[in-house]
C-alpha cells in the first residue's frame, strides 16, 4: 500500500491550494481515505475524510464550508481542496486509508487509520 500526497506550498491569507494523494496497492472503493494535519507543537488531527463507494464525507468543524475532499476512483486519488486558507492552517498534511466505510470518527481523531503517506507542508502567511 503506497499513498503519496502533493500540492502542498506556501499562499497568502486567503488563498486556496488543492492537495493531491495518488494510491496504489490496495482497491480503492473499499476503503475510506482521509486527510490530517499537524501543525508545530501540536497534535495531529482528522481534516476530513470520504468513502468514494457511496460518496459520504466528514469534515471537521474548523475546516467545514472551506475545505473539500473528493476522489477520482480511476485515478485512485483523492484531493483535498482548501480555499480561504488561514495562517492556523499551517500544517503538514497527510493523507491515509483505512478498510471499510467512512465515518465521523476518522476526523474526530488523529489517528486511527491504518495506512499513512508522507507528509506534505503547507504553509499560510498573514
Known amino acids: 500500500v503506497q499513498l503519496q500526497a502533493s500540492g502542498g506550498g506556501l499562499v497568502q491569507a486567503g488563498g486556496s491550494l488543492r492537495l493531491s494523494c495518488v494510491t496504489s496497492?490496495?482497491?480503492?472503493?473499499?476503503?475510506?481515505m482521509g486527510w490530517y494535519r499537524q501543525a508545530p507543537g501540536k497534535e495531529r488531527e482528522g481534516v476530513a475524510c470520504?468513502?468514494?463507494?457511496?460518496?459520504?464525507?466528514y469534515y471537521a468543524g474548523s475546516v467545514k464550508g472551506r475545505f473539500t475532499i473528493s476522489s477520482d476512483s480511476a485515478k485512485n486519488t483523492v484531493y483535498l481542496q482548501m480555499n480561504s486558507l488561514q495562517p492556523e492552517d499551517t500544517a503538514v498534511y497527510y493523507c491515509?486509508?483505512?478498510?471499510?466505510?467512512?465515518?465521523?470518527?476518522?476526523?474526530?481523531?488523529?489517528?486511527?487509520?491504518?495506512?499513512w503517506g508522507k507528509g506534505t507542508q503547507v504553509t499560510v502567511s498573514s
Open positions: 470520504m468513502s468514494s463507494s457511496d460518496g459520504s464525507t
Open positions: 496497492g490496495f482497491t480503492f472503493d473499499d476503503y475510506a
Open positions: 491515509a486509508a483505512d478498510y471499510g466505510l467512512a465515518t465521523d470518527w476518522y476526523v474526530n481523531k488523529g489517528y486511527g487509520m491504518e495506512h
